[in-house]
């Protein structure tokens, strides 16, 4: 594997039941730097293997690594760390204000009992700008648009500062798909020390 991947996947196997696999022998690389779209008709299995990429999903057989390390071996904190995922829809069981939503994307970087500080207020500031949503800050998430809520999960997924970006239906959710480079170059623009490792895949 060269050194440049970030995110490996090789002859991935998954089934929601035995008798209809959804991936079969799905091999992709994710170097460091890159945009990925991954494209396909509806039901072809784009949206589970982001799930399985996330590791939110067990394959039956193949193997993922990030930076060289087999994902089954990262706890959920650590892959937080490294892997943000934005959802085709989110739905809350409470509501929160739109900074309190950015701010969840920094607890993967916080202790046990730590609660975010300065720096992370301002990191989620910088990225609520640079989805141009710094004026929804004290609003309540559940008031917004559906255009609006997802640039919030977008923000958090930028204030996550992974690694790795896994964006899910995005043609669906953003209107244009320069939008979509833009996050990249916003992102290498907040976390300037990580522009040649991050990552953004789409399945579209």
């Known amino acids: 594997m060269r050194a440049s991947v970030l995110l490996?996947?090789?002859s991935l196997t998954f089934?929601?039941?035995a008798t209809r696999p959804?991936?079969?022998g799905v091999s992709?690389?994710?170097t460091r730097g890159a945009i990925v779209g991954i494209l396909g008709p509806n039901g072809s299995g784009k949206t589970t293997l982001l799930g399985v990429l996330a590791g939110t999903r067990r394959v039956s057989g193949?193997?993922?690594t990030l930076d060289g390390r087999p994902l089954g071996t990262f706890t959920r904190r650590e892959l937080a760390a490294r892997i943000a995922v934005v959802p085709q829809e989110t739905h809350l069981a409470f509501d929160y204000t739109v900074m309190e939503m950015v701010l969840m994307g920094r607890h993967p970087h916080l202790g046990l009992f730590e609660v975010e500080g300065p720096a992370d207020l301002a990191t989620a500031r910088d990225a609520l700008v640079a989805v141009g949503a710094a004026h929804l800050e004290a609003r309540d998430f559940m008031t917004l648009s559906g255009g609006e809520k997802q640039r919030v999960v977008i923000a958090a997924a930028l204030a996550q500062a992974t690694d790795v970006l896994?964006?899910?239906?995005?043609a669906v959710l953003l209107e244009q798909f320069a939008?979509?480079?833009g996050i990249h170059?916003?992102?290498r623009h907040l976390f300037p020390t990580r522009a040649t490792r991050w990552a953004l895949c789409i399945a579209a």
């Not at 896994?166 to 995005?170: R, V």
């Open 15 to 17: 089934a929601y039941d």
């Open 179 to 181: 939008f979509v480079f």
């Open 166 to 170: 896994l964006l899910f239906k995005i």
């Open 28 to 30: 992709l690389e994710v």
């Open 22 to 24: 959804v991936l079969s």
């Open 62 to 64: 193949g193997r993922i």
């Open 185 to 187: 170059v916003l992102a």
């Open 8 to 10: 490996h996947a090789d």
